[in-house]
């Protein structure tokens, strides 16, 4: 029976597990990337391609700053630059009341150098004359941007294995166990992993995970709903979304408008299929924000899933009963933009290294009941 050896294994290689294997393997640490499917399969591949920091918790954005330098430079780092552009993202207000919030919260991160700049209705209107007339104004966030999720997730995985990382795809483990003061892995093939560290980045599946090694963590499962229209006239040159959430829309180079909002169900054997309830509010939302998508043809609907916690913060950090076992997931709808910045954060940590700020906004024991190793 195979036994492979390594100093880090990471359960999920979705793109914040791939990025901490390229950031391990980059700093001389041998390290074993295993999927159960392909590499960026899951919500790392089928999400919205929303790279933005606008809007985020507090606690968030210094890991958004961070990636922000990251996603600069991927050409250099993974080869490609995974269709990523600083379109902009522009977060829109409905009435008065939203737009106050949207002025509430550039203050808040005046400090952070995000450049939000608040447009009122005839700002609004100058600059992005698709938009539905009544909108009261926006936030614009000038260098938030966007990227093709199918590409980004893979093209880590694939640097990663380029720089030595060991990528093991269609590889689901069912057992973890000890071998001396290793963690002792082993799929379902029989294949068998021996690893000083682990690293659970396993998505929706994390709660899963986690509690294979007794940490039993508040994590709610939910499927986005999302779908893409036949190629329009240009018509929105920013990435959009909506103060207090429930619509999020972007225009590809070729023309199709890619939104979002509400959520599906689950299907058999880990699948998920769009809600017709969501499908429903989006063909009404949509038009009354961008009065174009009225005439779209609608030519694919989707959906994700992906893990959420009450706080809407992921958990990112050691488990406080298993040494040297670190989770990283349930970034509830937001993790595209921050996850490179996490791979770097957790490649640290498993070196010794702590690098997160406000890491206890982020910590496994955060959660009331939760157990502490030695309680």
Not at 40 to 46: D, K
Not at 57 to 65: C, F, G, I, R, T
Not at 125 to 147: H, K, N, T, Y
Not at 149 to 171: K, S, Y
Request: proline share 5%; hydrophobic share 45%; net charge positive.
């Amino acid at each position: 029976m195979t036994l492979l050896h390594t100093d880090v294994a990471i359960i999920g290689a979705g793109l914040v597990g791939a990025s901490a294997a390229l950031a391990l393997q980059r700093a001389g640490v041998s390290t074993l990337l295993i999927e159960r499917d392909l590499c960026g399969a899951r919500a790392s591949g089928v999400n919205f391609g929303g790279v933005r920091r606008q809007g985020r918790n507090l606690e968030q954005l210094h890991l958004a700053q961070r990636a922000h330098g990251i996603w600069a430079r991927l050409p250099a780092l993974i080869g490609t630059d995974a269709e990523y552009v600083r379109t902009g993202h522009l977060k829109l207000a409905r009435s008065q009341a939203d737009l106050d919030k949207l002025v509430a919260y550039r203050d808040k991160v005046r400090d952070l150098d995000l450049g939000l700049e608040i447009l009122d209705r005839a700002a609004l209107r100058r600059r992005f004359p698709a938009l539905a007339p009544d909108i009261v104004g926006g936030s614009l966030c000038p260098e938030d941007g966007q990227a093709n999720p199918r590409l980004v997730a893979p093209a880590f995985a694939h640097a990663a294995a380029r720089a030595g990382a060991q990528l093991l795809e269609h590889c689901a483990i069912a057992h973890v166990d000890t071998m001396a003061s290793d963690f002792l892995l082993t799929a379902t093939d029989g294949r068998r992993i021996r690893a000083a560290t682990v690293i659970n980045a396993a998505g929706a599946w994390g709660a899963v995970v986690a509690g294979w090694f007794g940490d039993v963590l508040p994590l709610q499962v939910k499927y986005p709903t999302l779908l893409v229209t036949e190629p329009l006239t240009p018509q929105i040159g920013v990435s959009l979304g909506v103060e207090g959430g429930g619509f999020y829309a972007r225009q590809v180079a070729r023309g199709n408008v890619v939104m979002g909002g509400g959520y599906g169900h689950a299907l058999p054997g880990d699948r998920s299929r769009p809600g017709p309830a969501a499908l429903a509010d989006l063909g009404r939302t949509g038009p009354a924000i961008l009065p174009a998508l009225a005439r779209a043809s609608i030519i694919r609907c989707w959906s994700g899933i992906e893990g959420y916690f009450p706080d809407k913060n992921p958990v990112i950090g050691f488990s406080a009963k298993v040494p040297r076992l670190l989770h990283a997931f349930g970034f509830s709808g937001g993790g595209f933009q921050i996850a490179p910045a996490v791979g770097e954060v957790l490649a640290q940590a498993a070196q010794g290294q702590c690098s997160l700020k406000m890491a206890e906004r982020f910590s496994v024991s955060r959660w009331n009941g939760y157990q502490a190793l030695g309680n």
